[in-house]
C-alpha cells in the first residue's frame, strides 16, 4: 500500500499536473489577457468521441482545435476567438478555462498527500 500510494502520488503530480501547467498556465493567460482576433474555418473533420476537429487559418498559418459536435461551423465561416501573439492557444470568446487550471491545481495537491501518506504508512 506504501508503494501504491508513493507512485500514484508521483504520478498524479508529474502526469496529470505538471506536464499540462505550463499550457494551462498560458490558457488562462489568453483568457484574461488575450485579443480577440478574426479566424477563417478550413475545415471541420469528423467527430471522434462527442469531439470534432476545428482547422481554421490566422495570419496565413493553420491552426486546430477541438470543440464539441454539436457546433456547426461550415469552410469560411469566420470565428472570432481569444487569442495571444506568440501562442498557438485559441479560445472561444466565452470559453473559461478556470475552472481547469484549478483542478490541475487540485490534482497536484492530492498527489503530494498521496505521496505524503505513502512515506506515513506503516507497512
Known amino acids: 500500500m506504501k508503494l ?22 498560458q490558457e488562462y493567460k489568453t483568457q484574461k489577457e488575450g485579443e480577440i482576433v478574426e479566424t477563417v474555418v478550413i475545415r471541420v473533420e469528423s467527430c471522434v ?15 486546430d482545435k477541438w470543440i464539441d459536435c454539436n457546433i456547426d461551423y461550415k469552410k469560411g465561416d469566420i470565428l472570432r476567438l481569444k ?10 470568446e466565452q470559453e473559461d478555462v478556470t475552472r481547469q487550471f484549478i483542478a490541475s491545481g487540485f490534482l497536484i495537491v492530492f498527489g503530494l498527500i498521496f505521496v505524503v501518506k505513502g512515506f506515513k504508512y506503516k507497512s
Open 4 to 25: 501504491f500510494l508513493i507512485i500514484g502520488g508521483l504520478f498524479l503530480i508529474i502526469f496529470t499536473g505538471l506536464v499540462p501547467l505550463p499550457r494551462k498556465i
Open 49 to 63: 468521441n462527442h469531439k470534432a476537429l476545428l482547422i481554421f487559418k490566422y495570419n496565413d498559418q493553420r491552426y
Open 83 to 92: 487569442h495571444l501573439e506568440d501562442s498557438d492557444i485559441f479560445l472561444f
